[in-house]
């Protein structure tokens, strides 16, 4: 009997440590990585479309910029020449 129970468990022990190596998991590691790959081209594709719609919605903004701040300065050269006229009009009170 003792014999019998050593050798189902040397059977045993010999069975989980061959099935234990085994790899089964490199197929599903290679779906992952395809996935993986055809999401980071996903990712690309719309980041250039992002890049084109910013660019395009954008398109002009620095010399609409740049005309704004050149009105508003010749505006505030015009106030200020108001001002020294008005200034002028009232005179010195010294």
Same mark, same amino acid.
């Given at each position: 009997?003792?014999?019998?129970?050593?050798?189902?468990?040397?059977?045993?022990?010999?069975?989980?440590?061959?099935?234990?190596?085994? %790899?089964?998991?490199?197929?599903?590691?290679?779906?992952?990585?395809?996935? #993986?790959? #055809?999401? +980071?081209?996903?990712?690309?594709?719309?980041?250039?479309?992002?890049?084109? %719609?910013?660019?395009?919605?954008? %398109? =002009?903004?620095?010399?609409?910029? =740049?005309?704004?701040? %050149?009105? +508003?300065?010749?505006?505030?050269?015009?106030? =200020?020449?108001? #001002?020294?006229?008005?200034?002028?009009? #009232? =005179?010195?009170?010294?």
């Amino acid at each position: 009997m003792k014999k019998l129970f050593l050798s189902i468990t040397l059977v045993f022990a010999m069975t989980l440590s061959v099935t234990s190596c085994r %790899d089964t998991t490199k197929a599903d590691d290679v779906n992952d990585d395809v996935e #993986i790959n #055809i999401d +980071a081209d996903d990712v690309a594709d719309d980041m250039d479309d992002v890049a084109d %719609d910013v660019e395009n919605r954008t %398109d =002009g903004a620095l010399e609409k910029t =740049g005309r704004a701040i %050149d009105n +508003a300065a010749n505006e505030v050269k015009e106030a =200020g020449k108001a #001002i020294d006229s008005a200034a002028k009009e #009232i =005179g010195d009170d010294n």
